[in-house]
C-alpha cells in the first residue's frame, strides 16, 4: 500500500534537518539527534505448529532517551524493515516532546503476518521477542506498546516473560495490556480520538462547524474505527473509507454519499480490520478502488494506515473542497508533498502531534501501573483531550506567531524539547 520509492527513515531526517536549519542547531546536535541512539537487530526462532521451525527477523530502536524512557509501539507485519523501525522511534521522540510527556522515542518490529500464525505461535514468538531484548527493556529503559498486527494479549505475553526472567512484578514496563490486568481504561480509543481531539480544535481555530463537514478515511482498524466514532458523534459525516481486503489482497473504498453507519461498518469487519464486500454493499455501500478514498469530495482527508499515502504523484486527485488533512497515521505524507499542501492552504495536522493521544494514554497507563491505582474511563479521556488540546494550541501559536507550516511548527516544539534536554545533560 505505500509508495516503496519513499524510505521513511529518509523522510524522518528530511523533515528534521529542515527544522535544525530553522533552529540554527549546532553540528553535534544534529548528529546525535538524526540517528537512533541505539539499535538492536536479533533473530527468534520459533517452533511452529507442524514440528518446523522458522526464524523471524526483529527489530528495536531507541532514538533518544533525554527526556525519560524510550516509548513505542511493536510491529507484526510481513513487510516491517530496519528503515521503518528507525523512522518511527525518531517519530516517537518528537511525539512525546510535542506533548510533553517525560519520555523518548523507540519502535519495534517483528517480520511476520500475524494472520497466518496460530496462538500458540503467536505466544512463543512474543516470548521470544523479549527473551532477546529483556536487558534493554523495562519500565526504567525503554516501554514498548501495540502497534501495527499486535494485540493487547500479545502485550501481556510479554509481560510475563519479562517478569518471569526478572523474578517480579514489573507492570510498568509494557503498555497495552487487557484491562484488568494493568491496561488503562480508554487506551484502545485514545489514539484516534486524539485525531479527533485535534481536528476539533483546528475547526474551531478556523471558524468551521464540524457538523457541517464530511471526511473520508484511509483504514478502519482501531486508530481510524474510533476516529470516525468520535467525529461522527459529533456531527460530522464520514462518506468513504478504505480499507484492506483479506480475501482479495487488496484495498477497496466503501462509499455511501449520504454518510457511512460507522457501528454497522464495525459489525461486519473481521479481527485484522478486513471489511467484506459483499456485506458492505448490503448495507448501501458503493464500492471503488482502494485508493479512491483520496479523491472524495469532502472537507477533510484522514490517513490512517500506512506510511507514504499522500505524494506528489497522487496529491493532483485530492478534491478543491478539501480544508483538512489529519494525519492519523506515522508519515502518511511524503516531505516533498508538503509546499504543495501549504499552496492549497489545507490545515495540515502533523501525524506526531494529530496521532499523539495513543502513546498519551500509554504514558497514562504507564503511570497508574506504576503507583497501582487507576482512574476511571472518563477521568482518562478527560486528561486526553486536555493533553492533546494543550498541545495542538502550542503549536498552532507559534505556527502564527513565526509563520510556520503546523509541522514544522510542531518540529520546532519538539525538537526544541529534546535539545535542551540534551544540553542539560551534557551530551552535547
Known amino acids: 500500500m505505500s509508495e516503496s520509492k519513499y524510505n521513511p ?5 528530511i523533515q528534521f534537518d529542515k527544522v535544525a536549519e530553522i533552529l540554527n542547531l549546532e553540528p553535534g546536535m544534529r548528529e546525535l539527534l538524526r540517528q537512533p541512539m541505539r539499535e538492536m537487530h536479533f533473530t527468534i526462532p520459533v517452533k511452529m505448529d507442524d514440528g518446523s521451525t522458522k526464524v523471524f527477523k526483529a527489530y528495536r530502536s531507541r532514538h533518544n532517551d533525554a527526556r525519560g524512557p524510550g516509548k513505542g509501539g511493536i510491529r507484526f507485519h510481513p513487510d516491517e524493515t530496519a528503515d521503518d523501525v528507525r523512522a518511527l522511534s525518531m517519530w516517537m521522540t518528537w511525539k512525546c516532546a510535542v506533548v510533553d510527556i517525560p519520555l523518548g522515542g523507540g519502535k519495534g518490529g517483528i517480520v511476520c503476518d500475524p494472520n497466518v500464525l496460530s496462538p500458540r505461535e503467536m505466544e512463543s514468538l512474543c516470548r521470544g521477542y523479549i527473551r532477546g531484548l529483556y536487558t534493554q527493556v523495562g519500565p526504567n529503559a525503554d516501554v514498548p506498546a501495540p502497534d501495527v498486527g499486535s494485540k493487547p494479549q500479545h502485550m501481556l505475553w510479554m509481560l510475563d516473560e519479562y517478569e518471569t526472567i526478572t523474578g517480579a512484578h514489573y507492570p510498568g514496563m509494557i503498555t497495552g495490556k487487557p484491562v484488568g490486568m494493568g491496561g488503562s481504561l480508554g487506551r484502545t480509543e485514545a489514539t484516534g480520538y486524539g485525531v479527533v481531539y485535534t481536528l476539533v480544535e483546528a475547526l474551531k481555530a478556523a471558524g ?5 463537514t464530511s471526511a473520508s478515511i484511509q483504514g478502519f482498524g482501531n486508530v481510524a474505527e474510533y476516529a470516525a466514532r ?3 458523534e459529533l456531527g460530522g459525516k464520514v462518506t468513504a ?3 484492506w ?10 462509499k455511501n454519499k449520504d454518510g457511512l453507519d460507522i457501528q454497522k461498518l464495525v459489525d461486519i469487519k473481521d479481527a485484522s480490520g478486513s471489511i467484506d464486500k459483499e456485506k458492505a454493499e448490503s448495507l448501501g455501500c458503493e464500492i471503488l478502488d482502494g485508493d479512491s478514498w483520496l479523491s472524495q469530495d469532502v472537507d477533510i482527508l484522514m490517513p490512517c494506515a500506512l506510511h507514504n499515502q499522500i505524494t506528489p504523484d497522487n496529491f493532483g486527485v485530492i478534491s478543491r473542497s478539501v480544508k483538512f488533512i489529519a494525519e492519523g497515521a506515522n508519515g502518511p505524507t511524503t516531505p516533498d508533498c508538503d509546499d504543495l499542501i501549504k499552496d492549497r ?3 495540515m495536522l502533523p501525524d506526531f502531534l494529530c496521532n499523539a493521544g495513543g502513546v498519551t494514554c500509554s504514558y497514562f497507563e504507564q503511570v497508574q501501573c506504576n503507583m497501582n491505582y487507576f482512574w476511571d474511563r472518563t477521568e482518562v479521556l478527560n486528561k486526553l483531550e486536555y493533553a492533546m488540546t494543550k498541545a ?6 507559534v505556527s502564527k506567531e513565526k509563520n510556520l507550516y503546523m509541522r514544522d511548527a510542531a518540529y520546532v516544539i519538539a525538537i526544541n524539547r529534546v535539545a535542551e534536554a540534551v544540553r542539560l545533560r551534557g551530551w552535547a
Not at 208 to 212: A, E, L, Q, R
Open 241 to 243: 473509507v478504505s480499507c
Open 208 to 212: 468551521t462547524d464540524i457538523t457541517k
Open 392 to 397: 495542538f494550541k502550542a503549536v498552532y501559536e
Open 245 to 254: 481486503n483479506n480475501t482479495d489482497k487488496k484495498a477497496y473504498t466503501f
Open 345 to 347: 492552504n489545507i490545515f
Open 9 to 13: 527513515f529518509t523522510n524522518a531526517q
Open 230 to 232: 468520535l467525529y461522527t
